[in-house]
């Protein structure tokens, strides 16, 4: 079982640009989420999906965040434009229909300068 | 307003000895707990649960304890390692079975 996947690992962009992190979740998980961590705000949900579908929001900082699930084994977290108070790690997690716990993924970090 | 907290941002122990990590939270309606382990450059791992029906759960040498009166949540590991060296969260479910808020988290050091 490969877990959770994320991509990049790394990311340095410059204020302005685009910035597409990429989720794959364990197969057979009904559940997606995002997360951001930060030293200031520790880690908050931004969204997650159920079965492709984007469940809840609320916890999406600004218009410049968007969340996608094109299909159950794929997921992308866009920043357009990015700014550098989006400097953070931000994680995918999931889990199946059934279970409580959360599996998360390695984490992206990313750096706008 | 409501959240989760921790007491104390560091905790450094002796190898061997067992720690207590603390949490506080505010909602008393939260009906679930999870601990999480965040080690350097990974993504937090689940440790142990525990429901508001509970008071003490029991893992691998690793114990929850809930007090609903004082809503306060501890983890205890016993006879701690190196290997346990990182940062813990708690985790409380707010609302809705999906929506987890964390704490602050706590640094954990082992030392030799």
């Known amino acids: 079982d490969a877990g959770v996947i994320q991509s990049p690992r790394h990311e340095v962009t410059e204020m302005g640009q685009e910035v597409t992190l990429r989720c794959k979740p364990i197969?057979?998980?009904?559940?997606l989420f995002w997360y951001r961590q930060t030293m200031m705000r520790g880690l908050e949900l931004l969204i997650y999906f159920n079965n492709n579908v984007p469940i809840d929001d609320s916890g999406m900082p600004e218009d410049r965040f968007s969340a996608k699930m094109p299909n159950a084994s794929f997921s992308t977290l866009k920043i357009q434009p990015s700014e550098p108070r989006d400097s953070a790690v931000y994680f995918c997690?999931?889990?199946?229909?059934?279970?409580?716990?959360?599996?998360f993924g390695p984490g992206t970090r990313l750096t706008v300068t | 307003g409501e959240s989760v907290g921790l007491h104390l941002p560091t905790l450094s122990v002796q190898e061997g000895d067992n720690s207590i990590i603390n949490c506080a939270y505010s909602n008393s309606a939260s009906d679930y707990f999870i601990w999480y382990k965040q080690e350097s450059g990974k993504g937090p791992q689940f440790i142990i649960d525990?429901?508001?029906?509970?008071d003490k759960r029991q893992g691998q040498r690793v114990t929850v304890l809930l007090n609903k009166t004082v809503k306060h949540l501890s983890l205890q590991i016993a006879a701690t390692q190196p290997g346990d060296s990182a940062v813990y969260f708690c985790a409380e479910e707010r609302y809705n079975f999906n929506k987890f808020y964390f704490g602050s988290g706590t640094k954990l050091n082992v030392k030799p």
């Open positions: 525990i429901r508001s029906n509970m």
């Open positions: 997690a999931s889990r199946t229909g059934t279970e409580d716990e959360q599996y």
């Open positions: 197969s057979g998980h009904d559940y």
